[in-house]
């Protein structure tokens, strides 16, 4: 279908929309725009140019979000998940398409204004920006430029900020010891960068499940934030790091001189080595940039008073050194096509249980679906007999020692510690699978959610210690998961 037949539908629902009516529409349409991309590269403007009509039409910010998520969901995330430069260049297109339809709009005037103040008047000097930025080499910053200040971007989400953030922190700290180093990201970072990182977080909230005009104009809050945080500065003091931050949209929009700049291709750069790791990379990075470095593995600075009580849990669980504790965590962010399964984890933890010198720290996991799985798994290892526990980080006590699973409710930090405490750590595809191997924990991460060979030897976790992954095909339809299976090559793994 071209855009011209799905124009007649949005006329229609323009006028009496349903949730249902707008889903159905926005994923039509941007399946569409992808299907014709993939077949013959083609990049046909109408189809987004509607996603972003469809999401920000409505005066209910409900309706306009519905076209928003189709638009990142089925469109950007695709381009961003291949790792390969072609369409690398094809999101950048994208964005500036969306950045020219959104300034045009009466919300967006922050948006237009500030992209003139850069000089950036047309959707096309939008574009050949970073298009130039993509095409050209690394380069290295300039002999005179002393940094007393350096703000570095989130990667706005935790996995991403362990596996390359933390890089980025430890090499700045070496080069640079006297100055100060701000990291601009959500709060929930502190968790991890406490104080101990050498780093103030300041905090800026991007929400990945926002509106389309929402999403774009906390590059201009971002902007007020920089010119505060500058502000006395000579322009060779400072220096502005963009790990390819969703607050940029990825690099698309500016924030300093190009001079104070530097920013990440993480997702597509000639020359990178295609089989590397994201940590890896970022290392490459910034030996192009900085000079050549020692390299740095992720790394995590949870806060003091959060690893108390998980080495209390650990001297009283693992009184004679005679018990592996295992931290697991089943989460996905949301992401629901990283999962195996509820009957898959069920399977997993009691399999690990018939072992008697294993203990197992469950994370609860955040939100009502996910401490639901949780509490079926411990409900299964009551029926077998097996002593458990459901708590709160603030209760761990000795009254748990002799338990064979122990749920946890805890936040990022406490997570974090519990994993610094076990002997191995095992879960999906998420957040903590980094946190444990940048604390040299052995980790076991079930990979699925993808056939991308390239995104997952990009994202698997990195650290000094043992980190291997289960693939699980949960892609192909043809594809019959076995959850036994699945389990006897986690174990081999673990025996070896």
């Not at 405490?421 to 444990?436: K, L, R, T, W």
């Not at 000094?464 to 043809?478: G, H, L, Q, R």
């Amino acid at each position: 279908m071209r855009p011209a037949y799905y124009e007649e539908n949005w006329l229609q629902l323009k006028q009496q929309a349903s949730t249902d009516s707008l889903e159905s529409l926005a994923q039509r349409i941007a399946s569409s725009f992808v299907d014709r991309y993939f077949y013959s590269d083609e990049y046909n403007s109408g189809y987004i140019h509607l996603l972003c009509d469809m999401a920000t039409w409505f005066d209910d910010d409900s309706l306009n979000q519905i076209a928003a998520r189709v638009l990142f969901g089925t469109v950007i995330e695709r381009l961003c998940d291949d790792f390969e430069e072609l369409q690398t260049e094809t999101y950048n297109r994208l964005i500036c398409q969306v950045v020219s339809f959104l300034r045009g709009l009466p919300g967006g005037k922050p948006l237009h204004d500030e992209l003139n103040e850069f000089q950036l008047e047309t959707e096309n000097q939008l574009y050949q920006r970073i298009e130039a930025i993509r095409l050209s080499p690394d380069e290295k910053l300039p002999s005179d430029l002393k940094p007393r200040k350096i703000i570095l971007l989130s990667r706005v989400t935790i996995g991403a900020d362990v596996a390359i953030t933390s890089v980025i922190i430890q090499r700045l700290r070496a080069l640079f010891p006297a100055a100060k180093i701000a990291v601009v990201g959500n709060a929930k970072l502190g968790q991890v960068f406490s104080s101990e990182s050498g780093t103030s977080i300041h905090e800026l909230h991007y929400s990945r499940r926002g509106g389309l005009l929402e999403r774009f104009l906390v590059w201009v809050d971002l902007l007020h934030e920089i010119r505060s945080e500058l502000d006395g500065f000579e322009q060779n003091e400072y220096l502005l790091l963009d790990p390819d931050s969703r607050l940029t949209q990825l690099g698309v929009l500016p924030l300093v001189h190009d001079r104070n700049y530097r920013f990440f291709n993480s997702r597509g750069k000639s020359g990178y080595p295609p089989k590397a790791s994201i940590t890896e990379l970022t290392n490459l990075w910034l030996d192009n940039i900085l000079g050549k470095g020692e390299f740095c593995y992720p790394k995590v600075w949870p806060p003091g008073e959060s690893v108390a009580p998980a080495k209390r849990l650990r001297d009283s669980v693992c009184i004679n050194n005679d018990i592996t504790l295992i931290a697991m965590n089943f989460g996905v962010g949301g992401n629901h096509r990283k999962m195996v399964g509820a009957d898959f984890e069920i399977e997993l933890v009691l399999s690990l249980l018939k072992y008697p010198d294993i203990r197992i720290i469950l994370d609860l996991g955040f939100g009502a679906e996910e401490q639901q799985r949780s509490d079926k798994i411990l409900k299964a290892a009551e029926n077998r007999g097996l002593s458990t526990a459901k708590l709160r980080y603030n209760q761990l006590s000795d009254e748990i020692k002799n338990c064979r699973l122990i749920g946890v409710e805890c936040s990022i930090s406490e997570i974090a510690s519990l994993i610094s405490q076990s002997n191995e750590f095992i879960g999906y595809d998420s957040a903590c699978q980094h946190i444990a191997a940048a604390q040299g924990i052995k980790t076991y991460t079930i990979f699925a959610g993808t056939n991308n060979v390239r995104f997952i030897r990009r994202w698997h976790a990195c650290g000094p210690a043992t980190s291997e992954i289960i693939y699980v095909d949960t892609i192909s339809k043809e594809q019959h998961l076995e959850n036994h299976e699945i389990i006897e090559r986690l174990l081999d793994l673990r025996s070896n």
